[in-house]
C-alpha cells in the first residue's frame, strides 16, 4: 500500500449533541482521553479520528476503528492489524491524516505569531517560515519515534529510504509528511467536515 494522505479545514463549530453523537465512534481508550479534555478543545482531536476512520473505510473498507494501543514512546497503533500503520495531527481549524504500510509522521499548523527566541532557534525569520520547518521536524519526528526533544536539536539529514514532503493544503497552514518506506504523494484526499460526520 502506499502513502495516503487526508486532510479536512473547519469553518463552522460544532455543537455538544453533535460531539455527543459522534464521540461513541471512537475507540474507548481515545473517547475517554478526548473527554478528560476542555469541552472547547475537543473538536480538532475529534476530527482526527474520525477523519483516519474515513481514510480506513476509504482504504480497506473498515467500518470502525479497531482498538488502539501505544508504542513505548508513545506513538499510536493497531495491535490487531500491524500492516497497517498511520499517524494524526491537528491544529486550531484542521486536521491531517495519513495512512501506510510503512512508518508514516505527518504534521499541520495553523501560522500564528511566535516568540522571536524560538524563531531563533530553528533559524526561521518569519512565522511562515517557523512553521515549514515546525512542521517538517514533527513529521519526521513522528515517523521515526525518536521523541519530541530530538526536533528541538538540529535536524538530521534524510536517512536512506526516508522521505519527507511538504504538503500545500490549506491557505494559512503548514503541512509534511514523512515516510520510512514509500514515496509521500503529492496530493492529498480533502475532505468536508461533512463526509467525517
Given at each position: 500500500?502506499?502513502?495516503?494522505?487526508?486532510?479536512?479545514?473547519?469553518?463552522?463549530?460544532?455543537?455538544?449533541?453533535?460531539?455527543?453523537?459522534?464521540?461513541?465512534l471512537?475507540?474507548?481508550?481515545?473517547?475517554?482521553?478526548?473527554?478528560?479534555?476542555?469541552?472547547?478543545?475537543?473538536?480538532?482531536?475529534l476530527?482526527?479520528?474520525?477523519?483516519?476512520?474515513?481514510?480506513?473505510?476509504?482504504?480497506?473498507?473498515?467500518?470502525?476503528?479497531?482498538?488502539?494501543?501505544?508504542?513505548?514512546?508513545?506513538?499510536?497503533?493497531?495491535?490487531?492489524?500491524?500492516?497497517?500503520?498511520?499517524?494524526?495531527?491537528?491544529?486550531?481549524?484542521?486536521?491531517?491524516?495519513?495512512?501506510?504500510?510503512?512508518?508514516?509522521?505527518v504534521?499541520?499548523?495553523r501560522?500564528?505569531?511566535?516568540?522571536?527566541?524560538?524563531?531563533?532557534?530553528?533559524?526561521?525569520?518569519?512565522?511562515?517560515?517557523?512553521?515549514?520547518?515546525?512542521?517538517?521536524?514533527?513529521?519526521?519526528?513522528k515517523?521515526?519515534?525518536?521523541?519530541?526533544?530530538?526536533?528541538?536539536?538540529?535536524?538530521?539529514?534524510?536517512?536512506?529510504?526516508?522521505?519527507?514532503?511538504?504538503?500545500?493544503?490549506?491557505?494559512?497552514?503548514?503541512?509534511?509528511?514523512?515516510?520510512?518506506?514509500?514515496?509521500?504523494?503529492e496530493?492529498?484526499?480533502?475532505?468536508?467536515?461533512?463526509?467525517?460526520?
Open positions: 500500500m502506499a502513502v495516503n494522505l487526508w486532510a479536512a479545514h473547519f469553518n463552522r463549530t460544532m455543537g455538544p449533541g453533535e460531539m455527543q453523537r459522534l464521540l461513541p471512537l475507540p474507548p481508550e481515545r473517547r475517554e482521553r478526548l473527554l478528560r479534555l476542555p469541552a472547547e478543545k475537543r473538536r480538532e482531536p476530527c482526527a479520528w474520525l477523519l483516519l476512520r474515513l481514510a480506513l473505510r476509504e482504504s480497506f473498507g473498515w467500518t470502525e476503528l479497531p482498538p488502539v494501543a501505544l508504542t513505548d514512546r508513545g506513538k499510536p497503533f493497531f495491535p490487531d492489524h500491524p500492516q497497517v500503520q498511520f499517524n494524526l495531527s491537528h491544529t486550531e481549524g484542521a486536521v491531517l491524516a495519513g495512512v501506510s504500510d510503512c512508518p508514516i509522521g504534521d499541520i499548523e501560522i500564528r505569531p511566535v516568540a522571536p527566541r524560538l524563531m531563533e532557534q530553528m533559524g526561521a525569520d518569519t512565522e511562515e517560515a517557523f512553521f515549514r520547518t515546525w512542521v517538517r521536524r514533527e513529521a519526521r519526528t515517523c521515526s519515534g525518536w521523541g519530541i526533544g530530538a526536533m528541538l536539536r538540529q535536524e538530521p539529514p534524510l536517512e536512506s529510504g526516508e522521505c519527507c514532503r511538504e504538503l500545500d493544503i490549506f491557505s494559512g497552514y503548514a503541512a509534511c509528511a514523512a515516510s520510512r518506506g514509500g514515496p509521500i504523494p496530493t492529498v484526499r480533502i475532505c468536508s467536515v461533512e463526509e467525517l460526520l
